[in-house]
């Protein structure tokens, strides 16, 4: 699944430990689907996690779903109409994480280039935590599903809890 070049708006991240960083951009994915990205084009997905809650903190669920992380709140600038949804929350290693709609943001190592939005939908389990993860949108909530086929998480030899990515 494609992306496509326009930004709608976006919003400076910069990177506090070398994990995910850039800018957050909307785009429109390959089914139309309005979705947030960093300015390399990773797709952003959040999970089951609540307001203030990181879960996702175990080295395994870390090498499949990367954190976005910020140096601290004034790196994190959210131009109209992201001002008021995205912000951070700290990581128990004390890592601030951006959040969207108070939910952490997170890369999927399985999106190999810019544009692709594999991990929309997939379940997986860490350390007795299942989660269901979202591809995310400038609205906050999970997308639509996704009209191509092509958006369907991809099969892998990886698997974690019973979960094969």
Same mark, same amino acid.
């Given at each position: 699944?494609?992306?496509?070049?326009?930004?709608?708006?976006?919003?400076?991240?910069?990177?506090?430990?070398?994990?995910?960083?850039?800018?957050?951009?909307? &785009?429109? *994915?390959?089914?139309?689907?309005? &979705?947030? &990205?960093?300015?390399?084009?990773?797709a952003l997905y959040f999970s089951n996690e609540e307001k203030g809650q990181v879960?996702?903190?175990?080295?395994?669920?870390?090498?499949?779903?990367?954190?976005?992380?910020?140096?601290?709140?004034?790196?994190?600038?959210?131009?109209?109409? #992201?001002?008021?949804?995205?912000?951070?929350?700290?990581?128990?290693?004390?890592?601030?994480?951006?959040? #969207?709609?108070?939910?952490?943001?997170?890369?999927?190592? $399985? *999106?190999?280039?810019?544009?692709? &939005?594999?991990? *929309?939908?997939?379940? *997986?389990? $860490?350390?007795?935590?299942? $989660?269901t993860w979202h591809v995310a949108t400038p609205s906050g909530h999970a997308a639509?599903?996704?009209?191509?086929?092509?958006?369907?998480?991809?099969?892998?030899p990886y698997s974690n809890g019973g979960y094969k990515y």
């Amino acid at each position: 699944a494609g992306c496509g070049s326009q930004s709608s708006s976006q919003s400076t991240a910069a990177s506090g430990s070398g994990q995910s960083a850039g800018t957050v951009v909307t &785009v429109s *994915d390959a089914s139309g689907r309005s &979705v947030l &990205v960093t300015s390399s084009g990773r797709a952003l997905y959040f999970s089951n996690e609540e307001k203030g809650q990181v879960l996702c903190t175990s080295g395994a669920c870390q090498a499949i779903w990367t954190p976005l992380t910020v140096k601290g709140m004034n790196d994190l600038t959210t131009p109209p109409p #992201l001002s008021h949804k995205l912000g951070t929350v700290a990581r128990p290693d004390g890592t601030m994480q951006v959040t #969207l709609a108070g939910r952490p943001l997170y890369t999927f190592s $399985f *999106d190999h280039a810019a544009g692709q &939005v594999n991990g *929309d939908g997939t379940q *997986d389990s $860490f350390d007795g935590t299942d $989660f269901t993860w979202h591809v995310a949108t400038p609205s906050g909530h999970a997308a639509g599903s996704p009209t191509s086929p092509s958006s369907s998480p991809p099969a892998s030899p990886y698997s974690n809890g019973g979960y094969k990515y």
